[in-house]
């Protein structure tokens, strides 16, 4: 059974930091791109941040470029997001996703999410 796990979110200030952690489990995710996704209170879910398999591919949200910084440890099976600099608007669920290849990915595998909440 393919499981994504996240962990890391919580209540924190505007300007502070959080590390948001994701742990796969069930198969092999060689080849896969992983990335995080938001989803805040009425609004749609949006891509955040996603990394290929090497780690050589990155790419970012206008909004949370030079903020947030996406990584991988494929040792562990862990993609990491280190959100700098928080601001209110980021206050959302972050999930992680899971997909195959890396210039148009459909992500099959999902994690249930964690809070993130950014007071001002």
């Known amino acids: 059974q393919v499981q994504l796990v996240e962990s890391g979110g919580g209540l924190v200030q505007a300007g502070d930091s959080l590390r948001l952690s994701c742990a796969a489990s069930?198969?092999?995710?060689?080849?896969?791109?992983m990335a995080w996704f938001r989803q805040a209170p009425g609004k749609e879910r949006e891509s955040v941040a996603a990394?290929?398999?090497?780690?050589?591919?990155?790419n970012y949200a206008d909004s949370v470029k030079g903020r947030f910084t996406i990584s991988r440890d494929n040792t562990k099976n862990t993609v990491y997001l280190q959100m700098n600099s928080l601001k209110p608007e980021d206050t959302a669920v972050y999930s992680c996703?899971?997909?195959?290849?890396?210039?148009?990915?459909?992500?099959?595998?999902w994690g249930q999410g964690t809070q993130v909440t950014v007071s001002s």
């Open positions: 069930g198969r092999t995710f060689i080849g896969f791109t």
């Open positions: 996703a899971a997909g195959p290849g890396t210039a148009v990915v459909q992500y099959n595998y």
């Open positions: 990394i290929s398999w090497s780690g050589s591919r990155t």
